[in-house]
């Protein structure tokens, strides 16, 4: 909710002197300093604020505070300019009505920095979007550039301005900002060549040389010493916290934001470097033959830059400080310059030099500032002008510029008064005359055109013969010696004539803000202000764009031998205009007070204030304000404000608010010639009678604040008893739920204990019962398996001892096996059996010698090699293997073969050894060592082929039951040369036999392969030829035929068994 304040709350003295109470200067001033002394600098009287230099910065410009003020009315917040500032720009958007705000105040009291608030603060309400934005930018950025050429440090302000400033914002009906137009009022240009002491020349001076780059200097000709210059004064140069090279910056920026061309930005440079260096000219006498001492140039380096700059041709200007030519109607008279009139030309052209660059700086601005539409504009016009001036030598400047701020105090008086005036008028209540101080009475001593200081000046400008300022002030003294505000020593008005502190050259003045007093040397130059022509054709001939524009009089084709217009006049017609402009707007007053003379904040100097106070006419503005009705305020915000004194407007008035306040005012019992009803605002007489009300309204307020913290203790109280409650319920709530929860489990767990005693109690009687009825069964079939186990016994005795008488005999090959008695011992009859073989086995075998052991094995090993394979086998099993058949040993025919056998023999017998031819046998000793195998004849023992058993490849047989064998040999061994051997023996399965069993106990050899089939391959020789075993046919006999059938076959016929 927004937060509604008024000018009334928590205020610091009082926010609007009219209701100060009483009201006297002391207690004016005493209000000041209070809230000086707060940091509330602005106060009101009425719609005028007053000001006071705080000389610090204050967080009260931001752009919250923009923000607070914005769209507020005037009293509705604490005082600030912010609110004047929208006020003015609200009623010139809303009420199409053109404003005004006139700052004034002394030098030094914050009128050029209040002016910029407002402006500021204009900017940062109105209208946005980029071309806007620009203007605005333009608007705001013209101060750096103005503040530059045109301020200076004096003693009493560190940035004075030196010039009269207005500026007309010019608006669009929406309130946006169009462009502007300034006026400058004369610019205090005596600046230029001499500052009093303490005091700086303009501004730019110290910038340029202090933040132009060293390149730019030296395109400018210049040396960054100050010291180098003559026009500037050295005991002030720098400014305590002022950056003169920063600010140079500033304003190159500003300058280009404004829309100065680069060009035009060092055209003007050059323009302030040549009044520096024309300051630096110095000049000696020569003597001329005609008795009078000419002027030259003593050191021309400074001219010659100087011409370089400005491209002027150097010995036109070096003439023109040597002479001076006076044209009258058709003459032309030549004089010669002396060294003090060229000191002057030179400073005069100075002067010129750089008031006119100044103008042309306003009007260049204003170029670039101006509305671009030809539209109706609304406008707001900012005048910030030289304050009121007391100096301790005051001369025409001073003079000029107290005259302006004469009139504008004028304007004030007349217009606070007709302000005042139109609002009773408006508000329909009756005009009480008020008296107060009119200086149009000094205003008329010098504007007069009669016989006003200014006329007379110009008159005794413009009068032929000799004119001094003495003779001026001559004059002054036989016309305005009788002015009640004009004083001189050597006037006729005799109250003067002893009067020491009046010097002889000198008039004073008694302004509306104080006696000033005039010194009247120069008095008639300034106001003359005469640059020789012979400078201005100079000036013109420069080969310089924008000196050729400054100087247009010295454009020969346009020769003006009329006298230019004086200074006095000028100014006169300029303030003239100006008045007239502010006449016919609304005015917005802005009152400057500066609180010290020391530039410091937190002093507060009584006299001071008081001084300004006065001149500024406060007090009698507060007056005027007062003297019919102090206060005033519309009559909903009066209603509101107050509304709570009054049951019948409490809380809510239904009616219109005029109604509502009568109501009010008639139930307080205010008297009825306190307070006026205007059409729509309350008047009231007194201050005492508004604090009466605001007293009461406190009061009130303190009742209704009570009220409102009992009611709203007892809501709060009542809540909080509510929110127990509730809380007390959810907790009692919880709690029932958890005792109740709790109950249960120890219900159910108890119940879940009794359930398991009692299921275990059951559970252990059944068990019980089982355990006996066990017990019982156990019992009986124990006792019947014992009873059995008897019977079994008996059987099992009867059995055994059965079977020991039968046993069969411990012959392996005995069948015979006793029958078994009864059924049930079948199996382990079978297994008695088994055992019972096994074990003669094995006592038959525990019997064998190791020969007769090695005999057996090796009928094992015939078992296995041809059991079931070949049909002669059966009938080898019951021959012994005895090995030796032919008793090798023994018979001495064979010793000799015998000898010739390395190893011992393991087979000797006779074989046959089938003609590979006609498939004939031939008898053969067959020998086995364990390396080899020999053949030998019969008869003779000799031996007929040995072959090494490591060359025996395979064995071949036939299934049947012949004695046919094929020794097959390793293909490409020695003893393949002649062929494999095809022998037969009956003891062939021994023979096949052993000589397996060689090649299996062998580990060099492999086993040899024992193949067995009715038809295998044999080598003869080359050949190979296929023995085919077929069956017998009775031709044949019993016997065993060998046949060669023809190259490839040998047929054995084997008779079938
Ligand atoms: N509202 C303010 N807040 C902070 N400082 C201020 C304020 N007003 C003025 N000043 C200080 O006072 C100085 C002088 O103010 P300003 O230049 O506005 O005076 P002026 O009235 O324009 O004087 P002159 O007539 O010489 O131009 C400023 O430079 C600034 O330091
Ligand atoms: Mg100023």
Redesign the pocket.
């Known amino acids: 909710m927004e937060v509604k304040t008024s000018l009334l709350d928590n205020m610091i003295g009082v926010g609007d002197m009219v209701l100060i109470e009483p009201l006297s200067e002391d207690t004016f001033i005493e209000n000041l300093r209070k809230r000086f002394e707060h940091n509330e ?1 602005y106060t009101y009287i009425g719609s005028v604020v007053i ?1 006071m ?6 967080p009260i410009y931001t752009a919250e505070k923009v923000e607070e003020y914005r769209n507020r009315n005037f009293y509705e917040l604490s005082p600030h300019i912010y609110a004047l500032a929208d006020e003015a720009y609200r009623s010139l958007r809303d009420q199409d009505k053109d404003q005004c705000i006139l700052i004034t ?10 002016s910029k ?1 407002v402006m500021s603060y204009v900017a940062a309400v109105c209208g946005k979007g980029q071309e806007v934005n620009k203007v605005k930018e333009q608007l705001l950025q013209s101060n750096p550039v103005l503040e530059a050429f045109g ?1 200076a440090k ?1 003693v ?6 030196r010039f009269g400033k207005y500026m007309d914002i010019e608006f669009d009906f929406k309130g946006d900002p169009l462009g502007g137009v300034i006026s400058n009022y004369l610019l205090e240009k005596s600046r230029v060549v001499k500052q009093p002491r303490g005091e700086r020349n303009f501004h730019i001076f110290y910038q340029l040389l202090s933040g132009a780059s060293d390149d730019t200097l030296k395109k400018l000709k210049l040396d960054r010493d100050f010291s180098k210059y003559n026009y500037l004064s050295l005991d002030s140069a720098t400014v305590n916290g002022l950056d003169d090279a920063a600010c140079f910056r500033t304003v190159r920026n500003a300058m280009q934001i404004v829309g100065f061309m680069e060009d035009e930005v060092q055209s003007v440079l050059e323009l302030v470097a040549a009044v520096l260096k024309l300051g630096n000219l110095e000049f000696k006498p020569e003597s001329r033959c005609n008795g009078f001492d000419e002027s030259r140039i003593k050191d021309k380096n400074d001219l010659k830059e100087m011409c370089e700059l400005l491209g002027i041709e150097q010995s036109v200007l070096e003439r023109a400080f040597s002479f001076r030519t006076v044209e009258a109607k058709m003459e032309k008279v030549s004089t010669t310059l002396n060294v003090a009139q060229a000191y002057y030309a030179r400073d005069a052209l100075a002067k010129n030099l750089y008031s006119r660059l100044f103008s042309w700086l306003v009007n260049r601005i204003n170029e670039s500032i101006k509305a671009q539409t030809k539209s109706r504009k609304k406008v707001m016009g900012v005048l ?1 002008i ?2 009121f001036e007391i100096f301790e030598d005051n001369s025409f400047e001073q003079f000029i510029i107290n005259y302006c701020n004469e009139k504008l105090q004028q304007i004030f008086i007349e217009l606070t008064l007709r302000e005042e005036q139109e609002e009773y008028i408006r508000e329909g209540i009756e005009w009480t005359n008020i008296e107060y101080f009119n200086n149009a009475i000094i205003c008329d001593l010098i504007e007069n055109n009669k016989n006003g200081i200014l006329a007379m000046l110009d008159e005794e400008c413009l009068r032929p013969g000799t004119v001094t300022d003495e003779t001026f002030l001559d004059k002054l003294n036989t016309v305005c010696a009788e002015h009640q505000h004009f004083e001189s020593r050597q006037s006729k008005n005799s109250k003067f004539l002893t009067d020491h502190s009046l010097p002889h050259n000198c008039f004073r003045i008694q302004h509306y803000a104080g006696k000033v007093l005039y010194r009247v040397e120069g008095f008639v130059d300034k106001n003359n202000d005469l640059l020789y022509r012979d400078l201005s054709q100079a000036m013109y001939k420069a080969n310089h764009s924008l000196i050729k524009i400054l100087f247009p009089e010295g454009n020969p084709a346009k020769v003006n031998l009329k006298r230019p217009l004086t200074a006095g006049f000028q100014f006169r017609a300029s303030v003239g205009t100006l008045m007239k402009n502010l006449l016919t707007k609304n005015p917005n007053y802005i009152r ?1 007070i500066k609180p010290n003379d020391k ?1 410091a904040a937190h002093i507060f100097t009584d006299s001071l204030v008081c001084h300004q106070v006065r001149y500024l006419g406060l007090m009698e503005n507060v007056r005027v304000r007062r003297a019919g009705y102090a206060f005033r305020q519309a009559y909903e915000p009066c209603l509101e404000r107050y509304k709570m004194l009054c049951k019948q407007t409490w809380p809510h008035w239904k009616g219109p608010a005029r109604e509502g306040v009568e109501v009010l005012l008639k139930n307080l019992q205010v008297a009825a010639e306190e307070f006026a009803y205007g059409r729509s605002k309350i008047f009231i007489r007194n201050p005492r009678t508004l604090f009466f009300l605001e007293e009461k309204r406190r009061q009130c307020l303190e009742d209704l604040a009570t009220l409102i913290q009992k009611i709203y203790r007892g809501w709060k109280c009542r809540t909080h008893f509510l929110l127990l409650k509730k809380s007390q319920v959810v907790v009692a709530a919880w709690y029932r739920r958890f005792a109740q929860q709790k109950k249960y489990q120890n219900i159910r767990s108890s119940a879940l204990v009794v359930q398991s005693y009692i299921r275990g109690w059951k559970a252990r009687k059944l068990l019980r019962e089982l355990k006996h009825k066990k017990r019982c069964e156990e019992a009986v079939t124990t006792i019947s398996a014992y009873w059995h186990g008897t019977q079994v016994l008996n059987t099992m005795q009867k059995y055994f001892m059965g079977l020991k008488k039968t046993m069969p005999s411990m012959s392996p090959v005995d069948k015979s096996w006793p029958a078994r008695p009864y059924g049930f011992l079948d199996g382990m009859h079978q297994e008695l059996r088994r055992i019972f073989h096994l074990w003669r086995c094995k006592k038959y075998r525990s019997q064998f010698t190791e020969e007769k052991k090695a005999t057996y094995e090796e009928k094992l090993a015939a078992s296995e090699l041809f059991k079931d394979k070949k049909a002669l086998y059966p009938s080898s099993v019951g021959q012994p293997f005895k090995g030796d058949y032919v008793e090798i040993t023994k018979n001495p025919k064979y010793q000799k073969l015998n000898s010739l056998v390395e190893d011992k023999v393991l087979l000797a017998d006779v074989v046959s050894k089938i003609n590979r031819a006609n498939g004939k046998g031939a008898p053969r000793i067959f020998l086995l060592t364990k390396k080899s195998l020999v053949l030998a004849d019969q008869k003779t023992g000799q031996v007929k082929a040995s072959v090494p058993l490591l060359d025996l490849s395979s064995v071949s047989v036939s299934t049947q039951s012949d004695g046919f064998f094929a020794l097959k040999l390793k293909e490409g061994s020695t003893s393949a040369a002649k062929g494999d051997f095809l022998l037969s023996s009956d003891r062939l399965i021994e023979i096949i036999t052993k000589l397996h069993r060689i090649g299996a106990a062998s580990a060099e050899r492999n086993q040899i392969n024992i193949d067995i089939s009715d038809e295998f391959l044999v080598q003869f020789k080359q050949d190979k030829v296929c023995v085919k075993f077929i069956p017998g046919t009775p031709k044949n006999g019993n016997g065993v035929a060998c046949k060669r059938k023809n190259n490839r076959l040998l047929e054995v016929s084997v008779p079938s068994p």
């Open positions: 600098i000001s230099n705080p000389y610090k910065s204050l105040g002394e030098s030094g009291a914050g009128k050029t920095e209040a608030f301020n004096t009493r302000n560190d940035n004075s301005s910030d030289y304050g400057c530039k």
